[in-house]
């Protein structure tokens, strides 16, 4: 997933308010004093693509200024209690964030 895109790390862990989150960077990765424009309740929103995910009951959303996330939640990893890991996640980001080109 690209920097910012709701990494499954912290966030709403309820799944009923999809804004709870800036993708793991202090400040949502932009300027000092800069915030993240309001999100709709429900739903992560990828700010740079402009598209809204909703989040499903029992998921956890995050929403940055590049790219949105759901995952299912954390749990502790088979194997290593000391990592986390995640059952499935969904996760957006605009092309140019990933370098695509056409053709």
Known sequence: ??????APDGGNKDG???????????????????QLPPTEPG??????AGISLPVPKGWTGKSAPV????TTGEHACPGGADKTCV??????????ALKLTGG
Do not use: K, W
């Open 43 to 48: 739903y992560a929103t990828d700010l740079a």
């Open 87 to 96: 059952r499935g996640g969904v996760f957006s980001a605009p092309a140019v």
């Open 1 to 6: 997933a690209p920097d910012g895109s709701g």
């Open 16 to 34: 009923e308010n999809g804004s709870g989150g800036n993708g793991g960077e202090e400040n949502g990765g932009q300027g000092p004093g800069e």
């Open 67 to 70: 790219g949105a996330g759901l």
